[in-house]
């Protein structure tokens, strides 16, 4: 395959992704109707709105909605409930971003974006539909969820996941490092910036579990 066909190839699939995002989505419209909602936290948090410099302070039952800046501070945990039924649970010290939260089940379609540039977040996906996506981006990877629960700890230069239930798709944020790799229950990754993810391996129960407590509201 020549670099000119591949180029082209890859136009064409930006072309169809766009097309299916506004066919499934569109009108998108205004964000007036909340995405997700604090079910559970200890500790203080706080969210910037879009287009918005004033940080408020999160509480349970508090409404999120898509382009929420989430801030958990030190000590903290938070639990945020999506609206097709995914968890969220951020702990201390993280920043985590609703890019895009688009649900919509009389489509059978969801796209769900999140950025984390630091911290840790345990994701537990449901609600797999035919037209899914549900991603996790950080500084370095891109996680990807086939149905699953997994966390992820993101630092400036590079991120560590671990799979809990089901699988998981993991590469480099970058798109022009190549290479990705699946996890499966137990396995974990570290992908540095400007390098494709190693082979996984097998975590130990002591880092899993830490990676656990730190994901879990007391």
């Known amino acids: 395959m020549t ?14 992704l766009c097309v299916f995002v506004a066919g499934v989505f569109a009108p998108a419209g205004a964000q007036d109707v909340a995405v997700a909602t604090v079910t ?26 898509e382009g929420d800046r ?8 938070l639990q945020v409930a999506l609206r097709d039924g995914s968890v969220l649970t951020c702990g201390e010290s993280t920043d985590l971003t609703l890019a895009r939260a688009l649900y ?13 540039p630091l911290g840790i977040v345990r994701a537990v996906v449901d609600l797999i539909v035919p037209r899914s996506v549900f991603e996790m ?28 239930d089901g699988e998981v798709r993991v590469r480099n944020v970058d798109p022009a490092v190549p290479g990705a790799v699946v996890l499966g229950p137990g396995e974990g990754v ?10 996984p391996t097998v975590w130990g129960d002591a880092r899993r579990n830490a990676f656990i407590e730190r994901t879990t509201v007391p």
């Open 70 to 77: 989430i801030h958990t501070e030190a000590g903290a945990r």
């Open 104 to 116: 919509a089940p009389e489509r059978d379609s969801r796209l769900v974006v999140l950025r984390v």
């Open 190 to 199: 570290t992908v540095e910036a400007g390098a494709a993810p190693p082979e």
């Open 3 to 16: 670099s000119t066909f591949r180029a082209a190839h890859r136009l064409l699939v930006l072309a169809a």
């Open 40 to 65: 559970d936290m200890t500790g203080q948090a706080a969210v910037t709105r879009q287009g918005a410099s004033a940080v408020q302070a999160l509480d349970v039952g508090a409404e999120l909605f």
């Open 137 to 164: 981006h950080t500084e370095t990877a891109v996680i990807s969820a086939r149905g699953t629960e997994w966390i992820t700890e993101a630092q400036r230069t590079a991120t560590a996941t671990v799979a809990l």
